[in-house]
């Protein structure tokens, strides 16, 4: 008994300092709490390990991020692209005239609908880059401008399997395609899984697509080769699993019957969206390809999250 409150002391003051250090006080001790009291007494040690599993980029890192993105896939690109076509000039000004000339011709969208999550991730993006307001459109009005455009870049915070970019970006790029024929649309995010960047490459609907963070599947939670548990032979992953699979079904079915679709396909997201079974979260907001039992913060349930996520209406 005293081993087993040992181990929990130790895993609530390494918390502790994850929340006091990386995640930006989102923390509290009563809300792990009120989060443990999700579940059964002897279930509570192992969630705790999880816990201090959970990747979390702050504010200030998912900034940096947005800065990357800008950087290094879009400005960098339009100047050496203008400098090979130009005897690699270095004159600077000609450089920042194509720069601005290029930049007007191009129009900066989200995926999905506005939404709490993606309006602010597309604010910061703009403002942390000091880009102009005209540049950017939702996707609703992206095939309907009367501009010149040339370039249409979707900015995401996370692609996982890669179906929600195909679910809520089909229909728009069909549109923007037929509207501008020689638009070349393009597909940057945050953090992406290999298997989404594979998949979204296959559709062939964007002349680019890059990720500031590439995960492989040592970040799915509960796959054979996860790295949340290497060296951490005293936890029960398989224990863990069923717990986490138990509650997330539960929590997952409860969404899809108010969707009007059958709750039998909780099967498929228990551990995420796509079984994604990602242990991650951003500032904005947390990604339904995490884990259920950490963002879940519907009325359908009564349930405490940990991390909740924001609501997203597409």
Request: hydrophobic share 35%.
């Amino acid at each position: 008994m005293n081993n087993d409150k040992d181990k929990t002391e130790e895993l609530l003051s390494k918390i502790k300092i994850f929340n006091e250090t990386a995640w930006d006080y989102k923390v509290s001790v009563n809300k792990i709490n009120l989060w443990l009291e999700n579940f059964a007494a002897e279930e509570r040690e192992s969630l705790l390990f999880l816990l201090t599993q959970f990747i979390f980029f702050s504010k200030f890192q998912v900034n940096n991020m947005l800065k990357s993105i800008y950087r290094d896939f879009i400005e960098y690109s339009i100047v050496e692209n203008f400098r090979i076509n130009n005897s690699n000039t270095l004159d600077k000004d000609s450089i920042e005239k194509n720069l601005e000339e290029t930049l007007n011709k191009t129009r900066f969208v989200p995926i999905g609908n506005p939404s709490e999550s993606s309006a602010s991730l597309m604010y910061d993006f703009r403002t942390i880059n000091k880009l102009k307001t005209s540049l950017f459109i939702e996707q609703g009005v992206a095939d309907s401008t009367t501009d010149t455009i040339e370039n249409f870049i979707f900015i995401d915070d996370i692609c996982g399997s890669g179906n929600q970019v195909r679910k809520y970006a089909g229909s728009i790029v069909t549109r923007i395609k037929s509207r501008f024929p020689s638009a070349k649309i393009h597909y940057y995010t945050l953090v992406a899984n290999q298997k989404g960047i594979d998949y979204i490459s296959g559709l062939k609907w964007f002349s680019s697509i890059d990720s500031v963070i590439r995960l492989d599947d040592s970040y799915k939670c509960f796959e054979s080769n996860s790295r949340f548990f290497k060296n951490h032979h005293d936890i029960d992953v398989n224990s863990l699993k069923t717990v986490c699979e138990k509650q997330g079904y539960k929590l997952m079915a409860s969404i899809l019957e108010k969707q009007g679709i059958d709750e039998k396909n909780a099967i498929h997201c228990q551990l995420g969206y796509d079984n994604n079974q990602l242990l991650l979260g951003f500032d904005h907001n947390t990604p339904d390809n995490t884990l259920p039992i950490i963002w879940y913060d519907e009325d359908m349930v009564h349930w405490s999250p940990i991390f909740p996520r924001k609501h997203k209406i597409y």
